[in-house]
């Protein structure tokens, strides 16, 4: 049985930082696509960054770019988020997804919280 498992969100204030990690289970992330993605409330789900299997290329958004960036830890199955600099807008829950491609992924995680305020 597949399972991610997202941990480090919290309430921070803008300006702090913030690394978020996804644990895999039933899967090695190795051969996967592995996206983060982020839902404020009353706003749409948006892509924050892909780590793509095909070309190992890291896509990032650009809202978040030289703030965020991704890790993986093979010998962990761990995949991190690292975030710089918060914003307020930056405040969602937050979610890794493995699947084939980055608009097409199989499993996601049950995500982590993200509160930016002063």
């Known amino acids: 049985q597949v399972q991610l498992v997202e941990s480090g969100g919290g309430a921070v204030q803008p300006g702090d930082s913030l690394r978020l990690s996804c644990a895999a289970y039933g899967l090695s992330l190795h051969y996967y696509t592995i996206g983060w993605f982020r839902q404020a409330p009353g706003k749409e789900r948006e892509g924050v960054t892909c780590?793509?299997?095909?070309?190992?290329?890291?896509h990032l958004a650009d809202s978040v770019k030289g703030r965020f960036t991704v890790s993986s830890d093979d010998a962990k199955n761990t995949v991190y988020l690292q975030m710089n600099s918060l914003k307020r807008e930056d405040a969602a829950a937050y979610y890794c997804?493995?699947?084939?491609?980055?608009?097409?992924?199989?499993?996601w995680g049950q995500g982590t919280q993200v509160t930016v305020s002063s």
């Open positions: 780590i793509s299997s095909s070309d190992g290329g890291t």
């Open positions: 997804a493995v699947g084939r491609s980055c608009d097409q992924m199989w499993y």
